[in-house]
């Protein structure tokens, strides 16, 4: 009865909202044919504050759920025949004696035996033997019982993540609601769900978090911040996982009540000292400070003509008694560069700043580089920064919230980018040199390094918005633990544990999650030229002028005949020059540069043949085809799972999935017409400007509706939109429908913005097809827009409508607050046809 019931129970699809995470404990088939269990666990630490306890804790939860057995704690001696053990290794060997492994055990390492009576979980520290119980419960609910025996230790020793909190409680490009550190200008009272994130980032081997955001407000260090600071700490240290926080570097004049806050002054000095010795004695194992200084109008020691190492060194004069770590953002440019200069180059300013001073910084810095020398774009080559540092230790920045990849309204699987600049070799000095290896301090033989990844969870159930994007938290973890791991093969690790054993979920969400960056860099910037979103406001949708024309130095450099940076050293900016020779030699020359960053080094006609035969500007417009078309296959493929996942994850999923899909052709037009207009030159298979089965709105009959240009002009159909005639008002846009009699999907583009909820109806003929209202931005979370634009736009779709040629089509239109009901074009799609 008891194994019928179990198996009932394997079956039933419950209503999941996300929070468990990959942490849902939930039953595996053929659990009962694990016979080897053992029946207590034995927690050599009974302090409920300390990691060890707190995996006793985890290990009896996890069973239960997984194996659905109920495991005694015991602690002390062994009473049971056997055990689960798990503690530190000293502790194992006062209580036990020593064990073969216990020499290979590193920092944060842990070794895990299965193999014996008892089942060994053995933490070089307690945070380590905790990993190590994560590790174990993780291998349960994938059902992967047989014996192993391993010691398992990081790749580097930091592994970070990054919040950007504000301390008003809104997050910095966080899309999964507020914050839960922060609430009007101080720290929250309940500091629960950083507990169960610091669980989360346990089960990931992260040991470190910085919980507020690099453009930091010095009021986060008042007396009675310190002690909220304080109380994150305590909840998030029986996991293992140290807080640390951002400054700002005007602190001491600003809030301290200084004249200055010049690093060199011996005044600024011991203020900082004073204030970090306050918040140690509070938080006596913070992990650290992060910095962002002269950087996009933050303040920083340039103000006072010294270098950024004397900017550096002040914090880790400070924190070096403590034990603390700085990490300062390599992330210094000057954003108000001209474009008119064509040796200016933003990608440049990395190594220009911090090259003359490697071997400056006090041991406890760690530069932390964005992977790219720009901005977390869709594609950029490593940063050159990784190979001009020998003598400092750095980090790698990586941003497992995609900002510029969709906002987690779209799929895009980052562990492929992030594996590509992990194992891209930078031949420092001609010898092998891989980023993971400089990171980590292996490379140049650096004591510290390792990864900080931009993760922005807020208080959203599903933690980031997107229960897919989820896999991009579950693989930053693993790659910052151990970054030869495959990201196909990290995938399945996590569907397993999120989503169950089915086969078929785990080929589509593999296969979705595969396709899903190549597809989003197909839609949205090809050839290095990078996402071509409004840099200028939201960052989500496609705006590609924003690029050039002002001092950001995003630039693609496009005009009529021509586009790309040209950053050869013979002729261009010199960035290809940055590079260790064999690199530099490869990039300067167009032959050997790969055509995904050819227009990142290089300025070519779109007449300009790529390796694949296509030109330039033929490549554009196919693969923002492709990538649309690849994004539209994943609503299918989603439906196609129906009943094998709960409702509410499924439903919520296939939200996002028919979200993407219409945006991406938001993406492919938008950009494949910017284009089109700038060269002249058309399309080959005759797509772009030339959409046969829209009717455009602003060619209806209008009635309290008027028509609207669009800007920019490429993210409406025909460059046109309408919108009310007035506010709160109501419009009705009519016409007769031109297409042969059939069955059609009936697709709607529509604008969305923030301030407004519209209402509409459409109908044929007086028989209503749909209604839906325009209040996207209570269901995506991305940064909204107030305007008709490329962020806003969007699609509706109404499936198998049956029409006859010559019905009357009619929108109806209510406005509200700000959003006029606007609307771009409605398509009428035959079957297989998507447009
Ligand atoms: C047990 O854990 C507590 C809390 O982390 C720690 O203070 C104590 O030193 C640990 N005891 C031993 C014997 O390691
Ligand atoms: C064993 O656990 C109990 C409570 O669970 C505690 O009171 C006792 O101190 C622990 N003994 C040792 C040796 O840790
Ligand atoms: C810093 O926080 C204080 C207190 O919440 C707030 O009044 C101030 O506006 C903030 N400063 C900035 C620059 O956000
Ligand atoms: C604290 O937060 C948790 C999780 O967010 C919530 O479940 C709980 O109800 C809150 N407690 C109080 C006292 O508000
Ligand atoms: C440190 O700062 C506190 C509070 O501002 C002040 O009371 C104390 O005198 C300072 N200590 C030193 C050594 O400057
Ligand atoms: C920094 O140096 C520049 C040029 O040498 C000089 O004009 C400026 O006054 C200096 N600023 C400060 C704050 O010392
Ligand atoms: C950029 O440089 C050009 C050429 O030197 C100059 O004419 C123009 O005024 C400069 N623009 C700005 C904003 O400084
Ligand atoms: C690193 O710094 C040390 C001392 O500051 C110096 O002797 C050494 O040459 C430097 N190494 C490199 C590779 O720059
Ligand atoms: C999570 O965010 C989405 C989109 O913003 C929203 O629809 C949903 O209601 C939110 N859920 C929770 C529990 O906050
Ligand atoms: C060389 O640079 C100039 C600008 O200084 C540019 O106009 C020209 O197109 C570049 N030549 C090549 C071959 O890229
Ligand atoms: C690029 O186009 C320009 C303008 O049409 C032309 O003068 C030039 O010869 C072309 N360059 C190459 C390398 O084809
Ligand atoms: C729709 O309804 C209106 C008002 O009742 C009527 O005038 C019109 O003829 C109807 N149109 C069609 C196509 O049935």
Same mark, same amino acid.
Request: contains cysteine.
């Given at each position: 009865?008891?194994?019928?019931?179990?198996?009932?129970?394997?079956?039933?699809?419950?209503?999941?909202?996300?929070?468990?995470?990959?942490?849902? =404990?939930?039953?595996?088939?053929?659990?009962?044919?694990?016979?080897?269990?053992? &029946?207590?666990?034995?927690?050599?630490?009974?302090?409920?504050?300390?990691?060890?306890?707190?995996?006793?804790?985890?290990?009896?939860?996890?069973?239960?759920?997984?194996?659905?057995?109920?495991?005694?704690?015991? *602690?002390?001696?062994?009473?049971?025949?056997?055990?689960?053990?798990?503690?530190?290794?000293?502790?194992?060997?006062?209580?036990?004696?020593?064990?073969?492994?216990?020499?290979?055990?590193?920092?944060?390492?842990? /070794?895990?035996?299965?193999?014996?009576?008892?089942?060994?979980?053995?933490?070089? *520290?307690?945070?380590?033997?905790?990993?190590?119980? /994560?590790?174990?419960?993780?291998?349960?609910?994938? @059902?992967?019982? &047989?014996?192993?025996?391993?010691?398992?230790?990081?790749?580097?020793?930091?592994?970070?993540?990054?919040?950007?909190?504000?301390?008003?409680?809104?997050?910095?490009? @966080?899309?999964?609601?507020?914050?839960?550190? /922060?609430?009007?200008?101080?720290?929250?009272?309940?500091?629960?769900?950083?507990?169960?994130?610091?669980?989360?980032?346990?089960?990931? @081997?992260?040991?470190?978090?910085?919980?507020?955001?690099?453009?930091?407000?010095?009021?986060?260090?008042?007396?009675?911040?310190?002690?909220?600071?304080?109380?994150?700490?305590?909840?998030?240290?029986?996991?293992?996982?140290?807080? !640390?926080?951002?400054? *700002?570097?005007?602190?001491?004049?600003?809030?301290?009540?200084? &004249?200055?806050?010049?690093?060199?002054?011996?005044?600024?000095?011991?203020?900082?000292?004073?204030?970090?010795?306050?918040? =140690?004695?509070?938080?006596?194992?913070?992990?650290? %400070?992060?910095?962002?200084?002269?950087?996009?109008?933050?303040?920083?020691?340039?103000? %006072?003509?010294?270098?950024?190492?004397?900017?550096?060194?002040?914090?880790?004069?400070?924190?070096?008694?403590?034990?603390?770590?700085?990490?300062?953002?390599a992330?210094v440019y000057d954003n108000h560069i001209n474009e008119s200069n064509w040796k200016n180059d933003r990608a440049n300013a990395a190594v220009e700043f911090f090259k003359d001073?490697? @071997?400056?910084?006090?041991?406890?810095?760690?530069?932390?580089i964005k992977f790219g020398p720009i901005d977390?774009q869709v594609r950029e080559p490593p940063s050159p920064l990784f190979s001009t540092?020998?003598?400092?230790?750095?980090?790698?920045?990586?941003?497992?919230?995609?900002?510029?990849?969709?906002?987690?309204?779209?799929?895009?699987?980052?562990?492929?980018?992030?594996?590509e600049i992990?194992?891209f070799d930078m031949r420092a000095d001609n010898?092998?040199s891989?980023?993971?290896?400089?990171?980590?301090?292996?490379?140049?033989?650096?004591?510290?390094?390792?990864?900080?990844?931009?993760?922005?969870? !807020?208080?959203?159930?599903?933690?980031?918005?997107?229960?897919?994007?989820?896999?991009?938290?579950?693989?930053?973890?693993?790659?910052?633990?151990?970054?030869?791991?495959?990201?196909?093969?990290?995938?399945?690790?996590? $569907?397993?544990?999120?989503?169950?054993?089915?086969?078929?979920?785990?080929?589509?969400?593999?296969?979705?999650?595969?396709?899903?960056?190549?597809?989003?860099e197909?839609?949205?910037g090809n050839l290095g030229i990078q996402t071509l979103?409004?840099i200028? =406001?939201?960052?989500?949708?496609?705006?590609p002028a924003t690029q050039d024309g002002n001092g950001w130095g995003q630039w693609t450099r496009a005009d009529g005949f021509s586009v790309g940076m040209d950053r050869t050293a013979k002729n261009g900016t010199g960035n290809a020059g940055q590079y260790a020779p064999a690199i530099a030699q490869m990039f300067e020359n167009i032959d050997t540069t790969p055509d995904n960053l050819l227009l990142w080094f290089h300025h070519v006609n779109y007449t300009h043949p790529l390796k694949s035969g296509k030109t330039v500007i033929q490549h554009f417009?196919?693969a923002?085809?492709?990538?649309?078309?690849?994004?539209?296959?994943?609503?299918?493929?989603?439906?196609?799972?129906?009943?094998?996942?709960?409702?509410?994850?499924? *439903?919520?999923?296939?939200?996002?999935?028919?979200?993407?899909?219409?945006?991406?052709?938001?993406?492919?037009?938008?950009i494949?017409?910017f284009y089109?207009?700038k060269s002249g030159i058309?399309?080959?298979?005759?797509?772009?400007?030339?959409?046969?089965?829209?009717?455009?709105?602003?060619?209806?009959?209008?009635?309290? =509706?008027?028509?609207?240009?669009?800007?920019?002009?490429?993210?409406?159909?025909?460059?046109?939109?309408?919108?009310?005639?007035?506010?709160?008002?109501?419009?009705?846009?009519?016409?007769?429908?031109?297409?042969?009699?059939?069955?059609?999907?009936?697709?709607?583009?529509?604008?969305?913005?923030?301030?407004?909820?519209?209402?509409?109806?459409?109908?044929?003929?007086?028989?209503?097809?749909?209604?839906?209202?325009?209040?996207?931005?209570?269901?995506?979370?991305?940064?909204?827009?107030?305007?008709?634009?490329?962020?806003?736009?969007?699609?509706?779709?109404?499936?198998?409508?049956?029409?006859?040629?010559?019905?009357?089509?009619?929108?109806?239109?209510?406005?509200?607050?700000?959003?006029?009901?606007?609307?771009?074009?409605? &398509?009428?799609?035959?079957?297989?046809? $998507?447009?």
């Amino acid at each position: 009865m008891r194994s019928l019931l179990f198996l009932l129970a394997l079956g039933f699809a419950a209503a999941e909202d996300g929070s468990a995470a990959w942490l849902r =404990y939930a039953p595996v088939p053929g659990a009962s044919n694990y016979r080897s269990l053992p &029946s207590a666990i034995v927690a050599l630490n009974s302090s409920t504050s300390s990691p060890v306890f707190v995996a006793s804790q985890e290990l009896q939860k996890g069973v239960k759920g997984i194996l659905g057995k109920q495991l005694s704690l015991a *602690n002390g001696t062994n009473k049971a025949s056997s055990s689960i053990i798990v503690g530190t290794a000293d502790a194992y060997k006062e209580a036990y004696g020593n064990f073969d492994e216990a020499d290979e055990l590193e920092d944060d390492g842990y /070794f895990l035996s299965t193999k014996g009576k008892n089942v060994m979980i053995i933490g070089q *520290n307690p945070r380590g033997a905790l990993y190590g119980a /994560f590790e174990y419960l993780s291998r349960l609910g994938q @059902g992967k019982f &047989s014996p192993v025996s391993y010691v398992s230790n990081p790749h580097a020793p930091i592994r970070w993540v990054n919040e950007w909190n504000n301390m008003d409680g809104s997050i910095e490009r @966080g899309y999964a609601g507020l914050s839960f550190f /922060f609430r009007n200008g101080l720290v929250v009272e309940n500091v629960t769900r950083a507990a169960e994130y610091a669980r989360i980032l346990a089960s990931l @081997g992260i040991n470190g978090i910085i919980i507020n955001n690099v453009n930091a407000n010095a009021t986060l260090l008042s007396t009675r911040n310190i002690d909220g600071i304080g109380r994150i700490a305590d909840a998030m240290r029986p996991y293992g996982v140290q807080v !640390g926080i951002s400054l *700002n570097f005007a602190s001491p004049q600003t809030f301290g009540g200084l &004249s200055t806050f010049d690093p060199l002054n011996p005044a600024v000095d011991a203020w900082w000292a004073n204030i970090t010795d306050q918040i =140690y004695k509070r938080v006596p194992d913070m992990a650290g %400070y992060l910095v962002k200084a002269n950087s996009e109008g933050q303040p920083g020691p340039l103000t %006072y003509n010294r270098t950024l190492a004397d900017g550096a060194n002040m914090f880790a004069r400070a924190a070096k008694p403590h034990r603390g770590v700085v990490m300062f953002r390599a992330f210094v440019y000057d954003n108000h560069i001209n474009e008119s200069n064509w040796k200016n180059d933003r990608a440049n300013a990395a190594v220009e700043f911090f090259k003359d001073l490697d @071997g400056k910084f006090d041991e406890n810095v760690v530069v932390q580089i964005k992977f790219g020398p720009i901005d977390f774009q869709v594609r950029e080559p490593p940063s050159p920064l990784f190979s001009t540092l020998r003598n400092t230790s750095t980090a790698v920045e990586l941003q497992v919230q995609p900002e510029y990849l969709g906002q987690n309204c779209h799929l895009v699987y980052l562990a492929p980018q992030w594996k590509e600049i992990l194992e891209f070799d930078m031949r420092a000095d001609n010898k092998g040199s891989k980023v993971k290896d400089i990171i980590s301090g292996e490379r140049f033989k650096r004591p510290l390094g390792g990864s900080a990844g931009v993760v922005n969870v !807020g208080t959203n159930a599903t933690w980031l918005g997107h229960h897919l994007s989820m896999s991009n938290l579950y693989a930053y973890g693993q790659l910052a633990w151990d970054p030869s791991q495959e990201p196909d093969e990290i995938l399945q690790d996590w $569907i397993r544990l999120t989503f169950g054993f089915d086969r078929h979920v785990m080929n589509t969400i593999v296969d979705m999650s595969m396709k899903s960056w190549p597809a989003y860099e197909n839609y949205s910037g090809n050839l290095g030229i990078q996402t071509l979103t409004d840099i200028l =406001y939201t960052h989500f949708g496609p705006n590609p002028a924003t690029q050039d024309g002002n001092g950001w130095g995003q630039w693609t450099r496009a005009d009529g005949f021509s586009v790309g940076m040209d950053r050869t050293a013979k002729n261009g900016t010199g960035n290809a020059g940055q590079y260790a020779p064999a690199i530099a030699q490869m990039f300067e020359n167009i032959d050997t540069t790969p055509d995904n960053l050819l227009l990142w080094f290089h300025h070519v006609n779109y007449t300009h043949p790529l390796k694949s035969g296509k030109t330039v500007i033929q490549h554009f417009y196919d693969a923002h085809y492709e990538g649309a078309a690849t994004a539209q296959t994943f609503v299918p493929m989603w439906e196609a799972l129906k009943g094998k996942i709960d409702d509410q994850r499924f *439903n919520e999923v296939l939200f996002r999935q028919v979200f993407q899909a219409g945006h991406s052709l938001v993406w492919r037009d938008a950009i494949s017409r910017f284009y089109h207009n700038k060269s002249g030159i058309a399309d080959r298979h005759n797509r772009v400007d030339n959409y046969r089965y829209r009717i455009e709105a602003e060619k209806m009959t209008l009635d309290g =509706y008027k028509t609207y240009a669009v800007s920019p002009f490429h993210t409406a159909s025909g460059s046109m939109a309408i919108i009310t005639t007035s506010n709160n008002s109501v419009g009705t846009a009519t016409t007769t429908i031109p297409f042969s009699s059939g069955t059609y999907n009936v697709a709607v583009n529509y604008f969305d913005l923030i301030g407004g909820k519209s209402k509409y109806e459409l109908s044929i003929n007086n028989r209503t097809i749909g209604t839906w209202s325009g209040d996207l931005e209570d269901k995506l979370g991305h940064a909204p827009s107030i305007y008709l634009d490329g962020h806003s736009a969007t699609r509706i779709t109404f499936k198998d409508i049956k029409v006859n040629k010559g019905d009357t089509l009619k929108i109806v239109g209510t406005a509200n607050g700000i959003e006029p009901a606007p609307v771009d074009y409605v &398509s009428f799609l035959p079957h297989g046809i $998507i447009d």
